[in-house]
């Protein structure tokens, strides 16, 4: 894949390229590559080439077959290498919002309240905090949050309500870890993030988020 000459970008053209545009193209790198201009003749070489190469149809149907497959390829090259690179937010750094603490200091303690309805009157509009460095908000990131998980009992697939395991109720709570991906210049302080878990996979299929979607408030660290 690293021989692969990307006739394309040498002549600045899209894969849509019409006759016309790979002729004008080439014309105009003529201009500025023409080793009688002063022009770098290796370049002008590629150039004419490449410029040869798109005129004849046969090869350029053939090589537009590969070439989308090598964009392709490219591309996921380019996100395995950001992956690789990506700055790790560690589980323990999601800190869950709803404690006792943040409902007293916004003063619901009514327990009749519906813990949702609770959630609503202290104005906690999201599942997690997260505080990042002034650095993390310039970089990719990888954030491993924890998500809480239902899982289908496996000793009575819910079909005994004297099961022990699950008390009867055919499920049990259990953790996870979800990885999401954010790219570089993203995200700002105070921005709340939804992500949303209808479509995480686990790799048993009788694991199944609690909730469908998780919020995230994003803090900058002020140290
Ligand atoms: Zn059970």
Sequence with gaps: MEYFIDHYKILNLSPEATEKDIKKAFWSLAKIYHPDKGGDPYKFHQIYISYQFLLDQEKRLQYDKF???????????????RYQNAKVIETYQFQYIVTLKTLLNNQIR?????????????????????????????????????ILLYSVCTHCFGKDLNCSYCKGLGRYKTEGI??????????????????????????NPLILPKKKQISIMIQKKLY
Aim: charged share 30%; hydrophobic share 35%.
């Design 67 to 81: 070439y989308q497959q090598y964009k392709q390829n490219k591309f996921i090259q380019n996100l395995k290498k």
């Design 110 to 146: 009514i327990k009749t309240i519906k813990k949702k309805d609770r959630l609503l009157l202290a104005n906690i509009r999201y599942d997690y905090e997260v505080n990042l460095t002034g650095q993390d908000f310039e970089r990719d990131l990888i954030f491993k949050i924890p």
């Design 178 to 203: 979800v990885r999401i991906f954010i790219p570089a210049h993203t995200l700002h302080p105070g921005q709340i993030i939804r992500i949303n878990l209808e479509h995480i996979k686990t790799k």
